[in-house]
Structure formats: C-alpha cells, structure tokens
C-alpha cells in the first residue's frame, strides 16, 4: 500500500520506474535531529542514550515499529525520558513530526531525482515508521515532485522480505512489471533480493557513482 491521495489507476507516462531508499541514500537525516544537534538542549544526552538502546538493544522491536505493529507513541514511552517541567507530555511526538517534515535530502541526490523527473515514474521506497507517513517530508512533494511514497510501516513488510508486496501494487497500478523498474538502495541484500524479483538495482555509495551507474543501466539517461 502506498501513500497516495488518489488511489485511482494512473495511464502510463514513462515506461520506468525508479524507486530510492531515503535514509543513507537520498538522506541522513534522523529521527529527532533537532534536539540531538543541540548540546544544550535539555534532552539531548538523556534522548540519544535512549536511541542507542532502542535501536541496538531492540532490534526486534524496531522492526516491529517499521512493520507498522506498534505505534510512534508507543515507541515513546518505551524510551523511559523524564520531560523537564516545561515541557508537555506530547512534546517528543511533536518533535518527531516536526523533524521528519523538515528532513533534507542530499543536495547532490537532489540534483539526480530532479534530472530523472522528466524521464521516469519516481517513487521513495522506505523501511521507516509511522512517522514517516503522517509526516512526509516536504522536500519529497514539493520541491521534488516524488510520485509515490511507499513505507513499510503501511505495508506492514520490509522490501526484502517481500518485494511483491512491497512495490507490486504500485507497479500495477502504473501498468508497469518489475522488470521496468530500478531500485537505488544502500542495501546490498536489498538491492540482490529486488534483481531475484525481476527488477533491476543499483547499490548506493555516494552520487557521483550513482551517476555513472545510471548511465551505465540506462544510456537514455547516461546525463543525468
């Protein structure tokens, strides 16, 4: 299931579809950067002591966050913070929303997506929280004009775990099969369980040979 507006089937424009990782590939931005980037913030020793927990110790329930079983609340109170007097108990969750609204894609993977716009079906492909979703960030329907959003925690599946699951509905509704569409991911086990399924992958390392790479599967846009 995807993040769209309108569920209606789309006519074919491109006959490509480019889905990209977000974090490590498009971005680096993190959950709850701005009270972690603020060494006087109140907060910012206790809260990312309290992520290298969840995120190194729980792995587990991690991945339940991203499959969309437990909720960013829930989440929240599992981190055990006590809020300083001024601050009310929704503040963290505002924060969260806050930061992954305003989160940065990488100027120079910017630069990339704005080039391939023209020329193919965009999607974000994410293993992310519920967050994310009721908090896209703005750079991805604004300045980008990304076509799908397309995140775990709704689809209730990693993209590994189930490829189909994960982007077939998307190319179906754009009358697209897995052998039109290239994913670009920082995951290598990612990137070969998406090949295994028809489509073809490209393994994030940094831009300029990301670049290289796309002109290498798609001379049309050997440019970009």
């Known amino acids: 299931m995807t993040h769209r507006a309108n569920e209606q089937c789309v006519l074919p424009i491109f006959d490509v579809f480019i889905f990209f990782d977000w974090y490590n590939?498009?971005?680096?931005?993190?959950?709850?950067?701005?009270?972690?980037?603020?060494?006087?913030?109140?907060?910012a020793g206790p809260l990312n002591?309290?992520?290298?927990?969840?995120?190194r110790g729980r792995k587990e329930y991690v991945g339940a966050w991203m499959r969309g079983l437990v909720t960013d609340e829930q989440v929240i109170d599992t981190?055990?913070?006590?809020?300083?007097?001024?601050?009310?108990?929704g503040y963290l969750l505002r924060e969260l929303l806050r930061d992954c609204?305003?989160?940065?894609?990488?100027p120079a993977m910017a630069n990339i997506v704005r080039a391939l716009r023209p020329r193919a079906f965009l999607a974000v492909a994410s293993d992310n929280m519920e967050c994310f979703v009721h908090a896209a960030p703005r750079v991805l329907t604004g300045e980008l004009r990304i076509d799908e959003l397309i995140v775990s925690s709704t689809v209730g599946s990693l993209k590994k775990e189930n490829p189909q699951r994960f982007f077939g509905p998307t190319l179906e509704r754009y009358g697209l099969a897995p052998t039109?569409?290239?994913?670009?991911?920082d995951c290598a086990d990612t990137c070969e369980?998406?090949?295994?399924?028809?489509?073809?992958?490209?393994?994030?390392?940094?831009p300029a040979k990301l670049r290289e790479d796309i002109g290498h599967l798609l001379p049309?846009?050997?440019?970009?």
Do not use: K
């Not at 981190?79 to 108990?89: A, M, V």
């Not at 609204?101 to 990488?106: H, L, S, T």
């Not at 049309?220 to 970009?224: Q, T, Y």
């Open 25 to 43: 590939t498009l971005s680096t931005a993190q959950f709850w950067d701005s009270i972690l980037g603020n060494q006087r913030h109140p907060l």
């Open 49 to 55: 002591g309290a992520l290298e927990d969840l995120f």
């Open 79 to 89: 981190l055990n913070l006590t809020l300083p007097p001024r601050y009310n108990d």
């Open 101 to 106: 609204r305003n989160a940065q894609i990488d």
């Open 180 to 185: 039109d569409a290239i994913l670009i991911d």
């Open 193 to 206: 369980i998406f090949r295994q399924w028809g489509g073809s992958a490209i393994h994030f390392t940094e």
């Open 220 to 224: 049309d846009l050997a440019d970009v």
